[in-house]
């Protein structure tokens, strides 16, 4: 064996060791491997493949590969260095969902910030058409939440947040959403559907969030839907909502900036 294939062979065994105190310890009772295919196509240029797995004595458990590898010529063979962790995920359902972010999709008057994690509205003088939508379907019992990061003070509102039954690349974007049939929305301290305060006088009035304070809803397993003001839950706000369920902010009137909370 070259020194360079030694050299690959020690940093993929270091790879499926954690630290321990100083020590790097076998992973146990979790299998490995790891296989490579180096050849040349048709135009004779050098194509690399990779396949892993990993096996586990609880099946309920993930694991993350964070892999990198190079092709150089070392004693005159082409050697493919690998570096790289592997990292456990732990047993939470929560940690193979994808992060959530804003869909490209939004109302006219908002535009979409840090690789969809903010938005911001356009015109401050116009309070409507500012919705944007959560690239995809919320899972049950997960909660979106957002933080309110810029407030002007020249209207009497601000703020919805809710969800929405059908995709965001398919909705009909009204200039105020909380009118649509599609929505759950609340507004002030009223929760509203199809344009009817459907429940009032329901939590705390998000109108008078202030610049750094967070909002969120959530649907749960049982269809309820909940609504949470600085992670506080507000309690069942309705019932038999259908799934799936994408999320919806609207920066009405005085909400100028919100982003993502993970």
Same mark, same amino acid.
């Given at each position: 064996?070259?020194?360079?294939?030694?050299?690959?062979l020690v940093l %993929?065994?270091?790879?499926?060791?954690?630290?321990?105190?100083?020590?790097?310890?076998?992973?146990?009772?979790?299998?490995?491997?790891?296989? $490579?295919?180096?050849?040349?196509?048709?135009?004779?240029?050098?194509?690399?493949? %990779?396949? @892993?797995?990993?096996?586990?004595? &609880?099946?309920?458990?993930?694991?993350?590969?964070?892999?990198?590898?190079?092709?150089?010529?070392?004693?005159?063979?082409?050697? /493919?260095?690998?570096?790289?962790?592997?990292?456990?995920?732990?047993?939470?359902?929560?940690a193979s969902i994808?992060?959530?972010?804003?869909?490209?999709?939004?109302?006219?008057?908002?535009?979409?910030?840090?690789?969809?994690?903010?938005?911001?509205?356009?015109?401050?003088?116009?309070?409507? =058409?500012?919705?944007?939508?959560?690239?995809?379907?919320?899972?049950? &019992?997960?909660?979106?939440?957002?933080?309110?990061?810029?407030?002007? !003070?020249? %209207?009497s509102y601000s +703020?919805? $947040?809710?969800?929405?039954?059908?995709?965001?690349?398919?909705?009909?974007? +009204?200039?105020?959403?909380?009118?649509?049939?599609?929505?759950? /929305?609340?507004?002030?301290?009223? $929760?509203?559907?199809? *344009?009817?305060?459907?429940?009032?006088? =329901?939590?705390?009035?998000?109108?008078?969030?202030?610049?750094?304070?967070?909002?969120?809803?959530?649907? !749960?397993?049982? *269809?309820?839907?909940?609504?949470?003001? &600085?992670?506080?839950?507000?309690?069942? @706000?309705?019932?038999?909502?259908?799934?799936?369920?994408?999320?919806?902010?609207?920066?009405? =009137?005085?909400?100028?900036?919100?982003? $993502?909370?993970?």
């Amino acid at each position: 064996m070259s020194k360079c294939w030694k050299l690959l062979l020690v940093l %993929f065994i270091l790879c499926e060791c954690v630290q321990s105190s100083g020590v790097c310890d076998p992973i146990g009772g979790k299998s490995i491997s790891l296989s $490579i295919n180096s050849e040349k196509n048709k135009s004779r240029v050098w194509e690399d493949t %990779f396949a @892993a797995s990993a096996e586990f004595s &609880n099946s309920s458990e993930r694991m993350h590969f964070d892999v990198k590898h190079s092709a150089f010529e070392c004693d005159g063979k082409r050697t /493919i260095l690998i570096k790289g962790k592997i990292n456990d995920a732990g047993a939470t359902y929560a940690a193979s969902i994808d992060r959530i972010s804003f869909h490209k999709r939004c109302g006219k008057n908002a535009a979409i910030m840090d690789h969809g994690r903010a938005a911001q509205k356009i015109s401050n003088d116009e309070p409507a =058409y500012s919705q944007v939508f959560t690239n995809r379907p919320l899972e049950d &019992n997960e909660i979106f939440e957002i933080k309110l990061d810029q407030k002007n !003070t020249k %209207f009497s509102y601000s +703020l919805g $947040i809710g969800i929405i039954t059908v995709s965001p690349d398919s909705v009909n974007i +009204l200039p105020e959403m909380w009118k649509s049939p599609v929505t759950w /929305i609340q507004h002030h301290g009223t $929760i509203h559907n199809n *344009g009817q305060g459907i429940l009032a006088n =329901y939590g705390k009035d998000i109108n008078k969030l202030q610049a750094g304070e967070r909002v969120g809803v959530m649907r !749960t397993e049982f *269809g309820t839907l909940h609504f949470f003001v &600085n992670g506080e839950n507000q309690g069942p @706000a309705a019932s038999n909502i259908p799934s799936p369920v994408y999320g919806i902010v609207e920066l009405w =009137y005085n909400a100028m900036k919100v982003s $993502i909370v993970d």
